[in-house]
């Protein structure tokens, strides 16, 4: 029988709060990983997919994720494991630990509950497909009934993931994790449904597409000045009459006319007076 040893101490608040050594994924690319944590070649396992991650900003579903996704994927490839009441524990304070630090963050409760349901169904399905899990605590007692009281969610995560898909700007970190998730495993309804593989591929491919377009589309906002600029014709805010500018016009002659008289009147005067006082002398 084999015993996962779990290296890592257990996820904290404070501990989420600082750049973490479980991360799989680089900030700058969903299709990079740590392999400390996974023996597997991601690449393969991505199917050929490959997302940047949008604006190269650190996805935070993801990077909090990250842990519980790699264990995750070592307990799938145990042929048995001892320890499995200490590993569940640990995940389940682990995801406790983790949506707290999500409640501080920007988002809201609608994504937080999508989050951890995606994540539940994910852990549930690789440890329940594994050998032992049927025998496991597992069995008894898995993560989604634990955090959401359901025993069966591979119909309404793909529900929910379409959903998502509505508005793929606006839930673009969500569906960034679900994408991951996807690729790595997570197979729900279509596990068991004829033809299940190649719907799930569609499925995924559609979700693919998704996220490429919001990132297109982003970035072309970015780099568009004209996207900026308000298309209206230029109109002045009111029009002058015409008559007013000869009215204005006029004055101004008047006032120009009257100016020079009253200043040849001047010199006429000082004029005048200067005859005066030689005729005088």
């Known amino acids: 029988m084999n015993d996962l040893v779990i290296e890592q101490p257990k996820l904290s608040v404070a501990e989420l ?37 949008h604006n190269s900003e650190i996805n935070l579903l993801l990077d ?18 001892n320890n499995i009441d200490l590993i569940y524990q640990q995940v389940v304070e682990d ?3 983790i949506e707290l630090h999500l409640n501080q963050s920007a988002l809201d409760s609608a994504n937080i509950f ?7 169904c994910f852990v549930d399905e690789l440890v329940m497909g594994t050998a032992w899990g049927a025998d496991s605590v597992w069995a008894e007692h898995s993560l989604l009934t634990r955090f959401h009281g359901e025993t069966w969610g591979g119909e309404k995560v793909f529900s929910i ?43 995924l491919e559609t979700l693919y597409q998704s996220l490429a377009d919001a990132q297109s589309e982003d970035q072309s906002q970015l780099t568009d000045a004209k996207s900026s600029v308000i298309k209206k014709k230029y109109r002045p805010a009111s029009k002058i009459p015409l008559w007013s500018v000869y009215c204005l016009f006029v004055a101004i002659l008047a006032a120009v006319y009257l100016s020079y008289v009253e200043a040849l009147e001047q010199q006429t005067s000082i004029l005048l007076s200067q005859l005066e006082q030689m005729f005088n002398s």
Not at 65 to 70: Q, T
Not at 172 to 192: D, E, H, P, R, T
């Open 17 to 53: 709060n600082k750049p973490t050594e479980r991360s799989l994924f680089d900030p700058q690319s969903v299709n990079s990983w740590n392999p400390q944590y996974i023996d597997t070649d991601l690449a393969d396992q991505m199917n050929g997919f490959q997302l940047v991650s």
């Open 161 to 203: 993931i379409s959903r998502l898909q509505t508005e793929p700007e606006q839930f673009q970190q969500l569906l960034y994790f679900a994408f991951i998730c996807l690729s790595l495993g997570l197979q729900g309804q279509f596990k068991v449904i004829e033809n299940g593989a190649v719907l799930h591929q569609q499925f």
């Open 114 to 120: 999508a989050w951890r349901y995606i994540l539940c």
């Open 95 to 97: 995801i406790i630990a």
């Open 64 to 81: 909090l994720s990250s842990g519980v996704i790699g264990l995750a994927l070592r307990l799938r490839q145990l042929t048995s494991c």
